[in-house]
């Protein structure tokens, strides 16, 4: 125990001269808040009788205490104290340096500025610290770097991942070579093959198995697969090679491997082996040989796997194999229906594309709403895809009726009901709107005649265009915009040759549809509100000059080339001022500007076209009618806007009469 007592002291005077050394290092004065000490009885070690620490407040106590270092609030963040700052001690600057500014960092309480590291002395206490920027600036950078990116393993992707994938086709090949060697030399008769065959298949998956416990995935996945394809290809050689089956067996065991596939993939969760699935189950139609195919099987099959492979895609979220189960049904079907004599069987083989597409579309209406964006890339391209097939089987009138036009019109309505369904539900769809669009489009081009498809299109890119920016829907927009644009093209091809002919209607279709888009953008407030409108408006006026050159010459065709040349300058003056009259109606300095610039596009019109061959009669006519218009211009434009300017201070004071 004597030794522990020692022991004991030693430790309290080692503790007692550091604390009297942290004192001396913070220049210590009495009246100071130092380190409270412990109560007696405590078992903690006492603090020595030095006079500096008795009659100290300690505790809550010290707070707002005369002489004492206000302390930050209780609710202010503020970084924990620093001790020992002082030249000699790690992480702080030698005396001397400049002391950075406060609003680099915090620095601890009872530190002023222009004193290094020393406390706060009495009254002469600051707020403005010195502190090393070093230590307290917010703005250093992480002491941790960030771990370098590791280099990719070409090893590991070579070796592991495309070397099993490579080389089993190359065992594959060898195998198939070997396996002709050796019928070749009449070893192996034809049940004997098959029966090799399924042996060789069973052994590759039982190995792929294997090889995935061995947490080989790669490998095993590949030996998976493959075993699937050796057993269809064995049954293949079985029913066409050998006639040993018949054609309703082999397409049972064809049916059996590509569920055994299925199975597979599922099981292990393989997207891949899905997608070869799938791919080998659409081409099982074509392994199977009949003398006469039926056009209700095939079209059916297709129709029924591609339902199920989507099922099992969705339901274990395989997207690439939703994809490929929905698009690669046309396919098969093309190849089907160019192979087979089908001519009489195509609402058979349209009645498969609608099975799909249907219940695409029902999935997109009630399914769950997280897959927007693949919607709109099978629902879109499907139905793209769905009119070719319309184009394709239905050339022409049949019996009387006209096919086309009644599955366009059909699916038009079906696309307006459904978005009306999901308007309803208070849900928007942007895929539905905007194929419904489209299909009237369509639709609008089959039955209308080519002189009046472009005036249709500009309606419904006009109307579709503004539900979209009623609904806030950018597809639509899209959609709507890429009609208008087909519209617009049309009619700018269009030469009017006479006054009353589509020409003209689908021209002042056009004109009116630019307008009211202007319009509509502009009280739409939108991001492009501000400039839209008006470049719409300028495009609007230039396209009416068009128009109404055609009109003019059109009317003036029997006359002399003065007289035409006159009117149309006289009408290109008119128009400019009607212009300049809309702009000082409705109060709109653009318009008022472009009804001036149009002025002086009609003085150069007639200073570079007409001044060259018209008569000096002709001249004189136009420039002496041209200048009037354009002085009357301005001089009832500078009227205006001196009606219009308030009189300024110094004139309101020049008139006043002297007293």
């Known amino acids: 125990m004597d030794l522990l007592e020692k022991r004991l002291e030693q430790l309290e005077a080692k503790m007692r001269a550091m604390e009297l050394e942290l004192a001396e290092l913070r220049q210590v004065r009495p009246g100071d808040e130092r380190l409270a000490e412990p109560k007696a009885g405590s078992g903690a070690m006492q603090h020595s009788a030095d006079p500096r620490y008795e009659e100290m407040p300690r505790g809550d106590a010290a707070y707002e205490q005369p002489g004492m270092p206000r302390q930050p609030g209780m609710h202010q963040q503020s970084p924990p104290p620093v001790y020992g700052q002082s030249y000699g001690f790690p992480g702080f600057p030698p005396p001397g340096n400049p002391a950075p500014s406060p609003d680099q960092g915090q620095a601890p309480y009872g530190y002023q500025q222009g004193q290094g590291t020393g406390p706060a002395q009495g009254a002469g206490r600051s707020d403005k610290v010195a502190y090393p920027s070093y230590a307290y600036n917010p703005q250093q950078p992480s002491l941790f770097p960030k771990e370098p990116k590791a280099p990719k393993d070409w090893e590991y992707l070579i070796a592991r991942v495309w070397l099993p994938r490579i080389f089993i086709v190359v065992l594959l090949l060898g195998v198939l070579w070997g396996f002709t060697a050796a019928v070749s030399a009449g070893y192996l008769t034809e049940p004997v093959r098959c029966l090799l065959g399924v042996v060789a298949s069973a052994a590759m998956y039982w190995l792929g198995e294997r090889q995935i416990r061995s947490r080989r995935e790669a490998l095993g996945q590949v030996l998976l697969g493959g075993s699937i394809g050796v057993l269809i290809l064995t049954v293949f050689a079985a029913h066409e090679l050998y006639e040993l089956i018949p054609s309703w067996l082999a397409f049972a065991l064809y049916i059996l491997s590509i569920a055994l596939g299925v199975f597979t993939a599922l099981r292990r969760r393989s997207q891949t082996l899905i997608i070869i699935a799938t791919v080998a189950g659409y081409l099982i139609p074509f392994l199977v040989h009949s003398s006469h195919p039926n056009a209700w099987v095939f079209a059916g099959y297709e129709a029924l796997f591609s339902l199920a492979m989507i099922t099992v895609a969705l339901k274990f979220d395989f997207r690439a194999a939703y994809f490929v189960a929905v698009g690669v049904l046309h396919l098969p079907l093309l190849f089907g229906y160019a192979a087979g004599d ?52 239905y050339p022409y009138t049949e019996n009387g009726i006209q096919w086309r036009p009644l599955l366009l019109i059909l699916w038009a309505l079906l696309y307006s009901l459904a978005a009306l369904g999901k308007a309803m539900q208070g849900q928007r769809s942007q895929v539905f709107i905007s194929i419904a669009t489209a299909a009237w489009f369509v639709w609008s081009l089959d039955i209308l005649d080519p002189s009046y498809s472009p005036a249709m299109a500009v309606v419904i890119g006009t109307a579709g265009y503004i539900l979209g920016l009623k609904l806030r829907n950018m597809m639509q927009q899209i959609t709507s915009g890429v009609v208008f644009a087909y519209g617009a093209l049309g009619t700018l091809t269009m030469a009017i040759h006479q006054v009353v002919s589509p020409q003209t209607l689908s021209w002042m279709i056009l004109l009116l549809g630019i307008w009211l888009l202007s319009y509509v953008i502009r009280l739409s407030k939108g991001e492009t509100a501000d400039i839209l409108p008006d470049i719409l408006m300028w495009v609007d006026a230039m396209l009416a000059i068009v128009f109404i050159t055609q009109i003019t010459n059109v009317l003036t065709a029997g006359q002399s080339y003065d007289f035409r040349h006159l009117i149309l300058s006289a009408v290109w003056a008119l128009y400019a001022m009607l212009v300049i009259g809309c702009g000082i109606v409705i109060q709109r300095k653009m318009v008022r500007i472009a009804g001036i610039s149009l002025l002086f596009l009609t003085l150069i019109k007639v200073i570079i076209v007409d001044l060259p061959g018209v008569s000096p009669a002709v001249r004189a006519i136009l420039f002496i009618g041209l200048g009037a218009l354009g002085m009357v211009v301005s001089r009832f434009l500078y009227k205006r806007r001196s009606q219009e300017a308030p009189a300024s201070p110094a004139d309101e004071a020049s008139i006043e009469p002297k007293a």
Do not use: C, N
């Open 342 to 393: 089908f001519e009489e069987s195509r609402h058979i083989f349209i009645g498969a594309i609608f099975i799909q597409h249907v219940a695409l579309l029902a999935y997109a209406m009630f399914g769950p709403a997280r897959r927007k964006l693949d919607e709109a890339l099978t629902l879109f391209p499907g139905y793209g895809l769905m009119v070719l097939w319309m184009y394709a089987l």
